[in-house]
């Protein structure tokens, strides 16, 4: 997804100036589908950019956003194997396990388990051999979110086939 549509389906999803209750079903919620240019539209590291197709990486992650302005959930889906490499926000994050399961390193995490990543610590994931769903929960605005990828080996940025037993890192 490029800066723009990602703002774009952020600011939709808004919430923000809100002064009554906001009653939301995230099963109501609509999915986006992540559309990244091939060369990442400026985003990704200079490694990393024309060694790796960067649309074809992020073609089957989903995005179901929904800001409520201080607050926000966004909760995103991946097929099984899917890596997503090495990266930090600007803001802090609780992150739970929705379906599936999540590898950070040897650690494998299961449905309703979860992590506190602090803004600015490093860290990547990799879907389990069920595939991934996972809700992240800020007090920031979604238009107010930055990812910078760190990862800068392009052998790392490859998704694995369930089995193979590599774990996110």
């Known amino acids: 997804?490029?800066?723009?549509?990602?703002?774009?389906?952020?600011?939709?999803a808004s919430g923000a100036?809100?002064?009554?209750?906001?009653?939301?079903?995230i099963g109501d919620a609509p999915w986006f589908p992540v559309d990244v240019p091939v060369d990442g539209g400026g985003q990704f590291p200079d490694e990393i950019v024309g060694k790796v197709d960067l649309h074809e990486y992020f073609k089957d992650m989903e995005i179901q956003?929904?800001?409520?302005?201080?607050y926000n959930i966004l909760q995103t889906r991946v097929p099984p194997g899917f890596?997503?490499?090495?990266?930090?926000?600007?803001?802090?994050?609780?992150?739970?396990?929705?379906?599936?399961s999540a590898l950070q390193g040897s650690r494998e995490l299961g449905?309703?388990?979860?992590?506190?990543?602090?803004?600015?610590?490093?860290?990547g994931i990799q879907a389990g051999p069920r595939g991934l769903t996972?809700?992240?929960?800020?007090t920031t605005p979604l238009?107010?979110?930055?990812?910078?990828?760190?990862?800068?080996?392009?052998?790392?940025?490859?998704?694995?086939?369930?089995?193979?037993?590599?774990?996110?890192?």
């Not at 997804?1 to 939709?12: G, H, I, K, P």
């Not at 890596?83 to 599936?100: A, C, I, K, S, W």
């Open 1 to 12: 997804m490029t800066n723009a549509s990602v703002q774009d389906v952020f600011s939709q």
């Open 111 to 123: 449905v309703g388990e979860g992590w506190f990543t602090p803004a600015g610590n490093p860290y």
């Open 83 to 100: 890596n997503v490499p090495r990266h930090r926000h600007n803001t802090d994050q609780l992150v739970f396990v929705m379906e599936g």
């Open 17 to 25: 100036g809100r002064t009554k209750t906001l009653f939301f079903d």
């Open 143 to 169: 238009a107010e979110l930055t990812i910078e990828w760190l990862e800068t080996n392009p052998i790392r940025w490859a998704h694995d086939h369930p089995g193979s037993g590599r774990g996110g890192s």
């Open 65 to 70: 956003p929904i800001d409520c302005g201080g």
């Open 134 to 138: 996972w809700l992240e929960v800020r």
